[in-house]
């Protein structure tokens, strides 16, 4: 078995020592495919007297590869029988038509809706270099001026990369890196630009989506560059910012370069004043980027929105 993706991971509660003294981590295979499934995973804090409190909530795809081909191969269906493993299965099931709709309606094949192009428009008109009504020559002068208090940063020069080699150390029983220090580190270095972004602590809110593309080989370097794509606020935030992790391993023979993973992250902050800056995209390929994290943040707003109405 491993790991297709990591379809979501939402942050409940604030996560401290003062606050959590012991955690519960478990797992339910919640859906089966021909030769996949869903997992979804629980951290529960502990306190003695008081009922569990959930604190994160996420939901991974595994598929099953035969050993020696690497082609897919079949897993035993899922017996369902309570209840309650009946309403988890319809939640699984959901997820996957839920999961191949947000695929298919990727702004990497599809055009933005008509309410996504007029924001984006709405965008330009306030924040883009075509509101300042001046020659090109002082443009980009005019760009570092705040609009209406807010400050504007071209989403290219939000980029923030790293460059790591890939050591034994972190193999997996495949003899490939493991997935998980490869989420640390595209973790780390979105937190850092995050922060530096908005020039403050932050905490982790979400990770919006994850896929494994392609093994990452011991002695490869890896190559992590990231991005803010999207920033907001809302009632409960002072400050929301979405960034994309790209990984891409490099062979140091040939030197040829591939993207092995892509992360979506979200951190945010409760306290403190109102972020006065946005990121604004200068290309068409940075607009699809910046829709895509709006689409993300709006989709953990629903969630935690779904979450609070049932608690």
């Known amino acids: 078995m491993v790991t297709a993706s990591v379809d979501r991971l939402d942050m409940l509660h604030l996560l401290t020592p003062y606050n959590v003294k012991d955690l519960r981590l478990s797992g339910h295979v919640i859906y089966v495919g021909k030769s996949s499934m869903e997992v979804a995973v629980r951290m529960e804090s502990l306190e003695q007297g008081k009922p569990a409190q959930t604190m994160m909530l996420g939901r991974f795809t595994m598929v099953c ?6 082609k897919s191969r079949p897993v035993s269906p899922l017996i369902v029988s309570t209840p309650e493993e009946k309403e988890l299965h319809a939640i699984g099931e959901e997820h996957k038509v839920r999961k191949h709709a947000l695929q298919q309606g990727s702004l990497s094949k599809v055009p933005p809706s008509n309410t996504e192009s007029r924001i984006l428009h709405e965008l330009f008109l306030n924040y883009g270099e075509g509101s300042v009504f001046v020659s090109d020559a002082q443009s980009e002068e005019s760009f570092d001026i705040p609009v209406n208090g807010v400050e504007r940063v071209w989403m290219d020069d939000t980029k923030v990369e790293s460059l790591t080699l890939m050591y034994p150390q972190s193999r997996n029983i495949h003899s490939k890196i493991f997935g998980g220090y490869l989420m640390r580190l595209a973790y780390e270095l979105g937190y850092a630009n ?7 602590p932050l905490r982790f809110l979400s990770l919006d989506g994850l896929t494994f593309r392609l093994p990452v080989p011991i002695g490869s370097a890896l190559r992590l560059t990231s991005t803010i794509c999207h920033t907001t606020t809302d009632e409960q935030h002072r400050a929301l910012v979405n960034v994309w992790v790209q990984a891409n391993v490099i062979d ?7 993207t092995t993973n892509n992360f ?3 951190w945010c902050r409760e306290d403190g004043e109102e972020l006065k800056r946005t990121v604004v995209p200068k290309t068409y390929q940075e607009a699809m980027q910046w829709l895509e994290g709006k689409r993300a943040l709006d989709l953990g707003a629903e969630i935690r ?7």
Not at 194 to 200: M, P
Not at 252 to 258: L, P, R
Not at 305 to 311: K, Q
């Open 264 to 266: 979506y992250f979200t």
């Open 305 to 311: 929105g779904l979450r609070r109405a049932s608690e």
């Open 252 to 258: 140091s023979q040939t030197g040829d370069e591939q």
């Open 194 to 200: 995050a922060s530096l972004f908005t020039k403050c």
């Open 65 to 70: 590869r035969d050993a020696t081909t690497h």
